[in-house]
């Protein structure tokens, strides 16, 4: 019986759906990045110049960074039963995460899509992974 994963994914969450037979299993991870940098008070607030600003944000960038490869590797590590990934998500992580698995021989070859998609209920997500699979496999 195969294992189908559906994956929901920006940098704050990611739901995994996966689906064997008529079992339907699902999973949520949250990412634990920070934010994206804000640097408070106005320009050149309490004398700080905006080159220490532009070197704050660069590393905060950097971390942030290193928290989302974190938090794709977790998400990895739940995929080794799957026969078929299919990875949605609305913005940029999706094709990050796509990417991150390309570096995993094991599971490159297992990917079928990258595709955009909005957030949704976790029903509704459900629904779009099984609907996704029965036309994969109708078209094979």
Known sequence: MK?????????RE???VSLAGETVTIEHLQSE???NFKPSGGWKSGGTSVAQSVVKEKSAEESRMHQYHAFYRRIISLLERADVIAIFGPGEAKTEFAGEIGKTHDLRDKIRAVETCERMTENQFVAKAK????SEKQGK
Do not use: G, L, P, Y
């Open 33 to 35: 990045a920070e934010s």
């Open 3 to 11: 294992n189908n994963t559906a994956i929901w994914i920006d940098h």
């Open 131 to 134: 609907a996704f699979f029965i």
């Open 14 to 16: 990611a739901v995994i």
